[in-house]
């Protein structure tokens, strides 16, 4: 653990699950804590699949992060994946962090979450989050609106991006921690193995460069991830999935400039991540309709028993 640390010092560790409508900025609250990006981030809803465990060490905490898919309603065999993903942490932490975006208030995909929560045990603290799109004095209303809806320990008003009020943040949840062992070695910021957040990437760099031509029908598969002999290089071949023909082409691009794009900003991103040369190759599969396929979900990673 800590060998620097005081015998008689209390260490605290546990889990808080990150909560939330699509694009309420869940992922880019994980990067700014941990400091470096391991959940993808987009503009888009529903950019998140799969729970991102990330983790914050110091000398006397350790925060295991989740942050979870967007709650919102299911439309394929892929939605409903990831609302129970969503769903399934919410007794399983020791505290939750429901945010919400300040620019667009109170929803119907809020009364939706807050519906839920009304059944939880656990802590719940309200984070209103992107406060600096707005007007201080929009902020009272904000908080009015929300405020009797639940048993709020704590309500934060944050913003992410430019790193407002999140030291306060952290110090709140500090202090609900419970007593506990460093589950992670200090030096360890996310349970997702390498390949996993190489994948998400090039995904990220997918929604990023083809904007609203291509919706949430891609999925990005590893074929091969090893470092050449000899050779300070990582090799790396992955599949880019679509569901019609049109979208692979618009991934492609012409005389391929578009996967070209896709695979070098992807690039730098995996070497910052990996901290070595990578030779990247990418590929575009058309698997039709392949979000309501159970065994097409099962192959790109979307399982119950993995998450």
Do not use: C
């Amino acid at each position: 653990m800590n060998n620097m640390m005081n015998e008689n010092t209390t260490f605290k560790s546990g889990f808080v699950s990150i909560i939330g409508r699509p694009n309420v900025g869940k992922s880019t609250f994980l990067n700014k804590v941990i400091g470096q990006k391991i959940a993808i981030m987009s503009d888009k809803p529903q950019t998140t699949r799969n729970k991102v465990q990330g983790v914050l060490t110091t000398d006397h905490t350790q925060v295991i992060f989740i942050d979870t898919p967007g709650i919102h309603k299911p439309k394929h065999k892929l939605g409903d994946f990831m609302i129970k993903v969503a769903m399934n942490t919410f007794n399983e932490v020791d505290l939750i962090l429901f945010m919400i975006n300040a620019e667009e208030g109170y929803g119907r995909g809020d009364e939706y979450i807050i519906e839920q929560l009304k059944n939880v045990r656990t802590p719940i603290f309200l984070v209103i989050n992107k406060i600096d799109q707005i007007h201080p004095d929009q902020l009272l209303t904000i908080i009015e609106q929300y405020k009797d809806m639940l048993p709020f320990q704590e309500i934060i008003p944050i913003s992410a991006l430019e790193g407002n009020n999140v030291e306060k943040l952290l110090q709140l949840i500090n202090d609900y921690l419970p007593e506990g062992p460093q589950y992670y070695p200090a030096d360890q910021v996310t349970d997702h193995p390498e390949r996993f957040i190489v994948s998400e990437l090039i995904r990220e760099k997918v929604l990023h460069l083809t904007r609203e031509e291509v919706p949430h029908s891609i999925a990005v598969v590893l074929d091969q991830m090893k470092t050449e002999k000899n050779k300070d290089i990582i090799h790396i071949m992955a599949t880019i999935i679509v569901e019609r023909n049109s979208q692979k082409g618009i991934v492609i691009g012409k005389q391929g400039k578009m996967l070209k794009e896709i695979g070098q900003r992807a690039r730098m991103d995996i070497e910052n991540l990996l901290g070595s040369k990578v030779f990247l190759e990418l590929w575009v599969k058309i698997q039709k309709d392949w979000r309501n396929k159970a065994s097409h979900l099962k192959d790109f990673g979307f399982t119950d028993d993995n998450y």
